[in-house]
């Protein structure tokens, strides 16, 4: 696999990220995750989006991070926001998502963020296990769906 950092307008990262978003709509029967993002909020030193590419050069896997300082929808200063963490059908169980996470943990650290948190649903378990799996503990609700009863919420100390 080859780790790439991309733009989050990136043709790959938009086919991918279509991907999740139908994903999202089947396991919670909505139009999937309606929080804004902007390709901007992923250029460094604020960011980063990653894409993993197989050996065809095809993409399988994506995630990535960007600033969150405190605000009104929870935040605390220092934190780095993970999004969009996905790996196609076909190219589960290899250990990629694991690989990704490490990457933004170490892109998000170098950039001088303290916490990485990340906000995942009830109707995502893998998602949950990776994560815990991975040290990070649940934490205060923040973000978008904050108020909703299916989220989930995770933060893990850089």
Not at 35 to 54: C, K, Q, R, S, W
Not at 102 to 114: N, T
Request: aromatic content about 8%; glycine content about 8%.
């Amino acid at each position: 696999m080859n780790i790439r950092r991309v733009s989050f307008d990136h043709p790959d990262a938009v086919k991918l990220n279509d991907q999740v978003q139908a994903e999202y709509a089947v396991r919670y029967g909505d139009d999937g995750d309606a929080t804004h993002m902007d390709p901007v909020h992923f250029e460094p030193p604020n960011g980063a989006y990653l894409i993993a590419y197989d050996e065809g050069d095809a993409p399988v896997a994506t995630g990535g991070w960007r600033v969150q300082d405190a605000n009104e929808e929870g935040n605390r200063d220092g934190d780095a926001e993970v999004k969009r963490m996905y790996v196609i059908e076909q190219a589960r169980g290899r250990g990629l998502a694991r690989r990704i996470l490490a990457a933004l943990e170490e892109d998000a650290r170098a950039a001088g963020r303290v916490r990485m948190v990340l906000e995942t649903g009830d109707k995502q378990p893998e998602a949950i296990a990776l994560y815990t799996s991975s040290g990070y503990e649940p934490c205060e609700k923040f973000g978008y769906y904050r108020h909703h009863e299916a989220s989930r919420c995770f933060a893990k100390a850089l």
